[in-house]
């Protein structure tokens, strides 16, 4: 099988969280955080679940905004997947609905695109 065949083969996508980085995160869910139904889907259940960490993204953003680079890492850990979060599907949703959810509230309140 010649490597254009084996490419033809492969389906290519990128999710769009993963062409976000934790900055664009806070950038975009910085003035819409506190409007954001964190229990939305489970995300607050799920992400303890999945991690074992009950998340406080209210207060995550309050510190990353407050505090900057002292307590971003806090902001980073819940938004990036990395490695060492395996191969699990649902812990890649878990980070992803951490980004989309703000993101989601940003869109409505800016350009009043319906979001749900």
Not at 90 to 108: D, H, R, Y
Request: charged fraction near 25%.
């Amino acid at each position: 099988m010649s490597e254009l065949d084996w490419m033809k083969g492969c389906e290519l996508h990128i999710h769009i969280v993963g062409a976000f980085y934790p900055d664009d995160a806070l950038a975009l869910g910085r003035t819409v955080y506190r409007e954001v139904d964190w229990h939305a889907n489970r995300f607050l259940e799920t992400y303890q679940a999945l991690f074992g960490v009950h998340p406080d993204p209210i207060g995550i953003f309050d510190d990353a905004i407050t505090n900057g680079e002292a307590s971003f890492e806090r902001l980073r850990r819940l938004h990036t997947y990395t490695e060492a979060d395996g191969s699990d599907y649902s812990c890649f949703q878990a980070k992803f609905n951490f980004f989309i959810w703000p993101v989601g509230v940003f869109l409505t309140r800016k350009y009043d695109v319906p979001y749900n």
